[in-house]
Nanobody
Framework: QVQLVESGGGLVQAGGSLRLSCAAS????????MGWFRQAPGKEREFVAR????????DYVNSVKGRFTISGDNAKNTVYLQMNSLKPEDTAIYYC????????????WGQGTQVTVSS
């Protein structure tokens, strides 16, 4: 069974940086895009960033533009999220996910990694 495994979360002071990693365990698989989502306590899960392999493009939610950078390796099913200038409102559980076809939803998810930003 294919799974995604995140790592790199932790506790950091406001203004600091963290780098999240996500890799597939088990066999590799073809994906159209991979993304990062987050869920803060009491809030719904929200989209953070996406990398679309065939287009070579990246997309971000407005609140992280200029601070977060998504990158990765399609052949290895790995994706990273470099987070700089972190704010307390970035505190959440961060999930990576894979979208295998452009017409399908994200259907492979990781278990999440906690990011806590102290003020």
């Amino acid at each position: 069974q294919v799974q995604l495994v995140e790592s790199g979360g932790g506790l950091v002071q406001a203004g600091g940086s963290l780098r999240l990693s996500c890799a597939a365990s088990g066999r590799t698989f073809s994906t159209y895009a991979m993304g990062w989502f987050r869920q803060a306590p009491g809030k719904e899960r929200e989209f953070v960033a996406r990398i679309t392999w065939s287009l070579g493009s990246t997309d971000y939610v407005n609140s992280v533009k200029g601070r977060f950078t998504i990158s990765g390796d399609n052949a290895k099913n790995t994706v990273y999220l470099q987070m700089n200038s972190l704010k307390p409102e970035d505190t959440a559980i961060y999930y990576c996910a894979a979208q295998r076809w452009n017409w399908a939803p994200y259907d492979i998810w990781g278990q999440g990694t906690q990011v806590t930003v102290s003020s």
